[in-house]
C-alpha cells in the first residue's frame, strides 16, 4: 500500500499518481512523503526506477531484522558512483562539482552533481509493549531522505507514520516546509513511545516483584526471562540508533540545516535516557530473579527442616516400639497387662517433649 503527499510551500495536494513523481521530484520546492506499507516487487522497481536508489538499500529495506544504521550515498568524494564516498568530509554549502570526460574537459566546463543523488538510507525502530503477552515488540522502519523527499517503507503498521502526516497537514503545522523536520518529526515519535513502553516495563517489574514476595507464584520465573530477553533486545536496538543519530548530527549530507541539530540533539537525548532506563529496568528484573531465586532456596530449608525434625520425631517412636519389641522370654514387664498401654503413652510424652523443644528452638 502505497501513501504519497506532496507540498508546495505549505499547500498540499491529493490525488497524486506515480506517473508524474520523476517531474514532481525534479523540481526542489516540491517535498514529497512517499510511504510503503507491505512493499512488492513493483514497489521495489519503482525505487529502482524513479528514485535511483542503490540495489544494497533497497534489499536492506526490504529485510525485517535489520540492524539499525544509516547509510550515506552520494556524499562528496563518490566519483564512481558506487554510493560509497572515496573521501569522507564534511558536506559544504557550495555545489558539488565532478570533473567531466576528455570531450566535455576540452570544453573547459565543469558540471554540478544534482544535490537529489545525495541521499541517507537509515533503519529505525518502532516499539510497542504488549501486557496481555508480557512482551516487546519492535519493527523496523526503513526511511530514503534526499533533499526534497522521504520514502519509508515498512512492514505492517506504523501508527507513528500517519500520525506524523497528520501533524504535518494540519493547519498551521509546526512542522517547516523542510524534509529535515518531517524526519525530526518521525523520529521523535517513535522514540518519545519507548518512555511510556518503559513505564509499562517497571510497571510489570514491580507487579513480578508483589507475586514473589507475597503470593510466591512460581510462573513469574518465566516472566522475568521474558521481560529480561525483550529488554535486551530493546538495548541492542538502541544503542545502535544513537550512533544513528551521530552520523546524521554530522551534517555529511547539505539535508539537514544547522538549525536542524537542536532537534536532533533532543532526539539523541532522549535515546540516551531511554538506553539508562533499560539498563535501570534490566538490573531490576535481575534483582528479583535474585530473590525469587532466594526464597526458593529459603522454603526448601525450611521443607528440609520440617522433614527432618518429623524424622527425629519418628525416630524416637521407633526406637520406643523397638525396645519393647524384642523377642526374649524372660524380658522385663512381659507379663504386664497393659504394657502395651504404657509403650503407647511413652511414645505419646517423648513425641510431645521433642515438638515443645523444637518449637523453642523455632525449628516448628
Given at each position: 500500500?502505497?501513501?504519497?503527499?506532496?507540498?508546495?510551500?505549505?499547500?498540499?495536494?491529493?490525488?497524486?499518481?506515480?506517473?508524474?513523481?520523476?517531474?514532481?521530484?525534479?523540481?526542489?520546492?516540491?517535498?514529497?512523503?512517499?510511504?510503503?506499507?507491505?512493499?512488492?516487487?513493483?514497489?521495489?522497481?519503482?525505487?529502482?526506477?524513479?528514485?535511483?536508489?542503490?540495489?544494497?538499500?533497497?534489499?536492506?529495506?526490504?529485510?525485517?531484522?535489520?540492524?539499525?544504521?544509516?547509510?550515506?550515498?552520494?556524499?562528496?568524494?563518490?566519483?564512481?558512483?558506487?554510493?560509497?564516498?572515496?573521501v569522507m568530509t564534511e558536506a559544504a554549502e557550495e555545489p558539488l562539482l565532478i570533473p567531466l570526460g576528455p570531450a566535455?574537459?576540452?570544453?573547459?566546463?565543469?558540471?554540478?552533481?544534482?544535490?537529489?543523488?545525495?541521499?541517507?538510507?537509515?533503519?529505525?525502530?518502532?516499539?510497542?509493549?504488549?501486557?496481555?503477552?508480557?512482551?516487546?515488540?519492535?519493527?523496523?522502519?526503513?526511511?530514503?531522505?534526499?533533499?526534497?523527499?522521504?520514502?519509508?517503507?515498512?512492514?505492517?503498521?506504523?501508527?507513528?507514520?500517519?500520525?506524523?502526516?497528520?501533524?504535518?497537514?494540519?493547519?498551521?503545522?509546526?512542522?517547516?516546509?523542510?524534509?529535515?523536520?518531517?524526519?525530526?518529526?518521525?523520529?521523535?515519535?517513535?522514540?518519545?513511545?519507548?518512555?511510556?513502553?518503559?513505564?509499562?516495563?517497571?510497571?510489570?517489574?514491580?507487579?513480578?516483584?508483589?507475586?514473589?514476595?507475597?503470593?510466591?507464584?512460581?510462573?513469574?520465573?518465566?516472566?522475568?526471562?521474558?521481560?529480561?530477553?525483550?529488554?535486551?533486545?530493546?538495548?541492542?536496538?538502541?544503542?545502535?540508533?544513537?550512533?544513528?543519530?551521530?552520523?546524521?548530527?554530522?551534517?555529511?549530507?547539505?539535508?539537514?540545516?544547522?538549525?536542524?541539530?537542536?532537534?536532533?540533539?533532543?532526539?539523541?537525548?532522549?535515546?540516551?535516557?531511554?538506553?539508562?532506563?533499560?539498563?535501570?529496568?534490566?538490573?531490576?528484573?535481575?534483582?528479583?530473579?535474585?530473590?525469587?531465586?532466594?526464597?526458593?532456596?529459603?522454603?526448601?530449608?525450611?521443607?528440609?527442616?520440617?522433614?527432618?525434625?518429623?524424622?527425629?520425631?519418628?525416630?524416637?517412636?521407633?526406637?520406643?516400639?523397638?525396645?519393647?519389641?524384642?523377642?526374649?522370654?524372660?524380658?522385663?514387664?512381659?507379663?504386664?497387662?497393659?504394657?502395651?498401654?504404657?509403650?503407647?503413652?511413652?511414645?505419646?510424652?517423648?513425641?510431645?517433649?521433642?515438638?515443645?523443644?523444637?518449637?523453642?528452638?523455632?525449628?516448628?
Open positions: 500500500m502505497r501513501t504519497m503527499i506532496l507540498s508546495q510551500h505549505g499547500r498540499f495536494q491529493n490525488g497524486l499518481t506515480i506517473e508524474n513523481l520523476a517531474a514532481l521530484l525534479s523540481d526542489p520546492q516540491n517535498l514529497i512523503w512517499l510511504d510503503i506499507q507491505d512493499p512488492t516487487q513493483e514497489d521495489m522497481a519503482l525505487l529502482r526506477r524513479e528514485f535511483g536508489f542503490h540495489p544494497l538499500a533497497i534489499e536492506d529495506a526490504t529485510r525485517s531484522h535489520e540492524r539499525p544504521k544509516v547509510d550515506t550515498y552520494g556524499v562528496p568524494g563518490d566519483l564512481d558512483g558506487d554510493g560509497v564516498a572515496d566535455d574537459a576540452a570544453q573547459g566546463e565543469e558540471k554540478e552533481t544534482p544535490l537529489g543523488r545525495a541521499y541517507y538510507f537509515v533503519v529505525f525502530y518502532a516499539a510497542a509493549y504488549h501486557p496481555e503477552e508480557d512482551h516487546i515488540e519492535a519493527r523496523p522502519v526503513n526511511m530514503f531522505i534526499g533533499a526534497n523527499y522521504l520514502v519509508t517503507v515498512h512492514q505492517g503498521p506504523i501508527p507513528h507514520i500517519p500520525a506524523t502526516m497528520a501533524r504535518w497537514r494540519a493547519p498551521k503545522s509546526p512542522l517547516a516546509h523542510r524534509v529535515s523536520a518531517l524526519v525530526h518529526a518521525l523520529l521523535d515519535a517513535m522514540v518519545d513511545d519507548y518512555f511510556p513502553l518503559m513505564d509499562q516495563v517497571a510497571d510489570r517489574a514491580e507487579d513480578l516483584e508483589d507475586t514473589i514476595f507475597i503470593r510466591f507464584d512460581e510462573r513469574s520465573i518465566e516472566t522475568i526471562f521474558r521481560l529480561k530477553k525483550d529488554l535486551l533486545a530493546m538495548r541492542r536496538i538502541v544503542a545502535p540508533e544513537r550512533d544513528v543519530l551521530n552520523v546524521l548530527l554530522r551534517r555529511q549530507l547539505p539535508i539537514f540545516a544547522a538549525e536542524d541539530v537542536a532537534y536532533l540533539q533532543d532526539v539523541y537525548d532522549h535515546i540516551v535516557r531511554v538506553t539508562d532506563n533499560i539498563d535501570t529496568y534490566r538490573d531490576l528484573l535481575s534483582s528479583a530473579l535474585d530473590s525469587y531465586l532466594s526464597l526458593q532456596g529459603n522454603r526448601l530449608n525450611q521443607i528440609m527442616k520440617v522433614l527432618t525434625v518429623f524424622s527425629i520425631i519418628l525416630m524416637a517412636d521407633a526406637l520406643i516400639t523397638g525396645f519393647y519389641g524384642q523377642n526374649f522370654k524372660y524380658f522385663p514387664d512381659l507379663d504386664f497387662s497393659l504394657g502395651s498401654f504404657w509403650s503407647l503413652i511413652l511414645m505419646a510424652i517423648v513425641t510431645l517433649a521433642l515438638v515443645i523443644y523444637f518449637r523453642r528452638r523455632e525449628w516448628l
